[in-house]
């Protein structure tokens, strides 16, 4: 049986989302979690980042997905949904996540000019410059073959990056790999799958367990639905 979310903290709890596609992706979650946001939580074209729900104890706000992370670990909310690949570059110790929410799957991959693939031999790098938003993961990720990586941090636009003679290669999510292909890059490796997850802010976890519980079922049990 779902706990019931209870109302022993006066203040509401608050569900960090991100805008864009996985924001689509999440609304069926929602719906089935039995949340109702108000009416122009849809609009994509709203300025609004602050919606009430249909349960007086549950708000949500609409931010970044970049953002999601950093609002949740240092307790502007206490619940959000964010991918893995956020959790990895970030590795916040205050977040806590529970549930793989099954939505927003991609990959992180390294990828480089089609020209360049015909020759390149990725077991014979000693030293890369990638331009990619995932330095920490990307150096890491470098690190462990024995590579140096020398990496620029780019918000996006990353497959101007080679074309431009920034770098030669980039480190960035794929879906379809249209871009891709759109901008004359292929991909090489594969760094990680990527999925969104719920996440909780641990310390609001330990003093209110019983609320965050049962919206944590509430997911959980959304998620079992929709895959059925």
Known sequence: ??????????????????KGRILKEVRPLLTQAGIEPEPDFDDSASRKLQFETNHPGLKIIRVRSF??????????AQMGVCGNDVLMEFDYDGIYAP?????????????????????????RWSHVRVATKY????????????????CI??????????????CRRIVDLVSTGATLKANGLVEIEQIADVTSRLVVNRAAFK??????????????????????
């Open 1 to 18: 049986m779902t706990n019931e979310p209870d109302m022993s903290d006066p203040s509401p709890i608050i569900l960090a989302l991100p």
């Open 67 to 76: 953002d999601v992370a950093t609002f949740v670990a240092f307790g502007g």
């Open 99 to 123: 549930l793989d929410l099954d939505i927003g799957h991609c990959r992180l991959s390294i990828a480089e000019p089609k020209e360049l693939s015909a020759t390149d031999d990725p077991r």
């Open 135 to 150: 330095p920490n993961i990307t150096s890491r990720h470098f690190a462990a073959r024995g590579v140096q990586a020398e």
């Open 153 to 166: 941090k780019l918000n996006g636009a990353m497959e101007l990056a080679p074309a431009l003679g920034l």
């Open 207 to 228: 003093t209110r367990s019983v609320e965050l519980s049962g919206w944590i079922d509430r997911f959980r049990e959304s998620v079992d639905a929709l895959a059925a």
